[in-house]
């Protein structure tokens, strides 16, 4: 069973940044897309980036977009996600998730697998 496991949430104050790891035990994610999603609280789970499994291609969220950069070491297989100028609106349970295939984007039916999310919380 593939376990995706999330890292590097915590307390911040707005303005400042955050750096989240995501890595998965069967190196699943190699050959895959990798996406990043949110959810905040009363609020449904939300697109914010994703990556091919090269590398290439990578897609934001409107409102993460100019802040948040997403990225992969396929050597160590780790994804992850730097996110700059926090705001409150950025607080919430990060996921990570592998998609299906090489290349995918917000659509979260296409991820296979999902983290237990790590959280982020943005104080003003």
């Known amino acids: 069973q593939v376990q995706v496991v999330e890292s590097g949430g915590g307390l911040v104050q707005a303005g400042d940044s955050l750096r989240l790891s995501c890595t998965d035990s069967?190196?699943?994610?190699?050959?895959?897309?990798v996406g990043w999603f949110r959810q905040a609280p009363g609020k449904e789970r939300e697109f914010v980036a994703a990556?091919?499994?090269?590398?290439?291609?990578?897609s934001y969220a409107d409102s993460v977009k100019g802040r948040f950069t997403i990225s992969r070491d396929r050597a160590k297989n780790i994804i992850y996600l730097q996110m700059n100028s926090l705001n409150p609106e950025d607080t919430g349970v990060y996921y990570c998730?592998?998609?299906?295939?090489?290349?995918?984007?917000?659509?979260?039916?296409?991820?296979?697998?999902w983290g237990r999310g790590t959280q982020v919380t943005v104080s003003s």
């Open positions: 998730a592998v998609a299906r295939g090489a290349v995918s984007g917000s659509d979260q039916t296409n991820y296979a697998y």
């Open positions: 069967r190196r699943t994610s190699s050959n895959n897309a």
């Open positions: 990556i091919a499994w090269n590398g290439g291609y990578p």
